[in-house]
């Protein structure tokens, strides 16, 4: 019996030793790093100038990497909820001073969605575990944990191994795919054309509205719950302690927002005047914005900018604002 125990101790010893090192590997590959979009979180400088937090819409608006004489930093993700731009906000908090600006992206179903609270969570909450210590982390667990931050390469959640011998072969990976198409993306050229490439004005009309309907079922009936008391304790720490913060709408195209009803944007923008009123904040709602209907080009699908369209859209907002950014104004 001594024996076999002996014997299961030193298999026990050798397979976690190789589990350990066959995730060390992992979490070094270039895959992994960019996996969920968290690899911008390796490098946020110690002082940041702007940071906008949000959704998707937020995420694919905003890109401070053109821009040397300020440090800024996209904290937004796809599907990223207001409970975890304040999570973020929380976490990094200490990288920001009366200096600082903080961009709260509003979505209209930002300020109404609920907050996932029943497990199995998928990668929107997961992801977090890659960043975020246990305590910013509402949903923690110990075994989302084990597979998501200890041990990530027993997540596996997309085909992780399989990219990670790709990689070190040579062939790039998922990682070398989105480089490639950001760099698509920014590369856009020619006369403005008044359609999405590869879209029919009916199918993209069609599909704007579709998004705009699910967005509404997401809301149920607008009641403020966990988001909408997240983004006030934000814009309420953000004043506290003398950080400049500001609202935006991220531009879309009209086949989305008209996709709204007429019941549903005006309790959204009662919402958001009353928060503006009461804090004394900058809203700044770039819906229906000449500027950005101008070339269909520069959205990758109804309601999200592209890498060009990006790039025109964080020209303008610092050309617009220049005046009242603290940052532009140092």
């Avoid at 929107?124 to 110990?142: A, C, G, H």
């Avoid at 020619?190 to 999405?196: D, F, H, I, K, S």
Wanted: charged share 25%; hydrophobic share 40%; with cysteine.
């Amino acid at each position: 019996m001594k024996k076999f125990l002996v014997r299961v101790f030193i298999l026990t010893m050798i397979v976690s030793s190789f589990l350990v090192c066959i995730n060390l590997l992992y979490i070094n590959t270039a895959y992994y790093k960019n996996l969920n979009d968290m690899q911008k979180f390796s490098e946020v400088p110690e002082h940041i100038d702007v940071v906008n937090f949000g959704a998707s819409h937020s995420a694919c608006a905003f890109r401070w990497d053109d821009y040397t004489q300020f440090a800024g930093v996209n904290m937004a993700l796809g599907s990223q909820t207001v409970v975890y731009d304040e999570a973020l906000f929380a976490y990094y908090f200490e990288h920001l001073d009366e200096n600082s600006t903080v961009i709260l992206e509003v979505m209209f179903k930002s300020l109404y969605e609920k907050e996932p609270d029943t497990p199995p969570y998928g990668t929107n909450i997961t992801r977090y575990y890659q960043v975020l210590s246990k305590d910013f982390i509402r949903q923690w667990n110990f075994f989302d944990a084990l597979r998501f931050q200890y041990l990530p390469i027993l997540g596996n959640r997309q085909e992780g191994v399989a990219n990670m011998i790709s990689e070190w072969f040579g062939e790039g990976g998922q990682a070398g795919e989105l480089e490639r198409q950001q760099a698509a993306g920014q590369e856009l050229t020619g006369e403005p054309t008044q359609v999405l490439e590869g879209w029919e004005a009916e199918a993209m009309n069609a599909e704007g509205k579709r998004r705009a309907e699910s967005f509404m079922a997401l809301c149920g009936s607008q009641a403020h719950g966990e988001q909408y008391e997240a983004l006030i304790r934000i814009i309420e720490k953000c004043k506290e302690n003398h950080i400049q913060v500001i609202l935006v709408t991220a531009p879309t195209l009209p086949c989305f927002y008209t996709g709204f009803s007429g019941e549903f944007m005006d309790r959204f923008y009662r919402d958001m005047e009353e928060i503006s009123q009461k804090y004394d904040i900058l809203y700044l709602d770039y819906t229906g914005d000449e500027r950005f209907l101008a070339d269909y080009r520069w959205y990758s699908d109804t309601d999200h900018l592209n890498g060009y369209g990006s790039r025109y859209f964080t020209q303008e907002f610092l050309k617009d604002n220049q005046e009242i950014l603290r940052f532009m104004n140092r």
